[in-house]
């Protein structure tokens, strides 16, 4: 009954191929985000939507890319994978601008840059 | 600009024992605070949070005061069960500027023995 799922749930691929990790919502919330967890970085946001075509940068964002061309989904792209990008990504979803009401995350996908 | 800072982990607690995990925090203004948790292999999940100061959050039997003269809302439990064992990350919403994004600090993993 999970409102948000990630997959795959594990990647492993090779240094400068491409990559797309996919988010999908049933709640029909506005707002989508992309962060990546690293060990003493916490969680540090990539990218964000407030809407189906509107897409911000985040922080981190070098290196990714987004798109969201319908409410549900959120494709966050690897665009040449490399070694530092080897991390847990977690997507999050939230009704409320800037989560006031508390973001919904999905369990992650672990990716491994080889 | 807005930052959060916890204390480091781990922290390991006998079972029944007290609980308090540092959060102090940079902000202009009346930025609005959570506590979240993350159990193993999975995302985070709100715990709690409170929106202005002297506000107290509660939930499953922790809750953190939100302490404007000191930048502060740590986080307590009376009595910590070894099911509490997880990464707990304390984060802020902004109250102006910073996009109205969520803000976290680098976690803290308790682990809770018998």
């Known amino acids: 009954d999970a409102g948000i799922t990630q997959s795959p749930r594990h990647k492993v691929t090779e240094t400068g191929t491409p990559v797309t990790l996919r988010c999908h919502q049933t709640e029909n919330h506005r707002y989508m985000y992309w962060y990546r967890q690293d060990p003493g970085h916490g969680l540090r946001l990539i990218h964000y939507s407030y809407g189906v075509k509107d897409t911000d940068k985040g922080e981190v964002s070098d290196g990714y890319s987004v798109s969201r061309s319908k409410t549900e989904d959120f494709l966050l792209t690897l665009e040449s994978a490399t070694s530092s990008q080897t991390s847990v990504y977690f997507c999050?979803?939230?009704?409320?601008?800037?989560?006031?009401?508390?973001?919904?995350f999905g369990s992650g996908t672990r990716l491994t840059v080889v | 600009g807005n930052s959060v800072t916890q204390m480091e982990g781990p922290v390991t607690l006998s079972e029944e024992a007290f609980l308090t995990i540092n959060c102090t925090y940079t902000?202009?203004?009346?930025?609005?605070l959570f506590w979240y948790v993350q159990y193993p292999g999975e995302g985070l999940q709100l715990l709690l949070k409170?929106?202005?100061?002297?506000d107290k959050g509660s939930n499953k039997g922790f809750e953190a005061t939100y302490r404007k003269e000191t930048t502060s809302f740590h986080l307590e439990k009376g009595s910590v069960q070894v099911s509490d064992s997880a990464v707990y990350f304390c984060a802020l919403l902004p109250a102006t500027g910073g996009g109205n994004k969520l803000t976290f600090g680098t976690g803290t993993q308790l682990k809770v023995e018998l």
């Open positions: 409170a929106t202005k100061a002297d």
């Open positions: 902000a202009t203004g009346y930025p609005s």
């Open positions: 999050a979803i939230s009704e409320s601008q800037g989560g006031f009401y508390g973001y919904t």
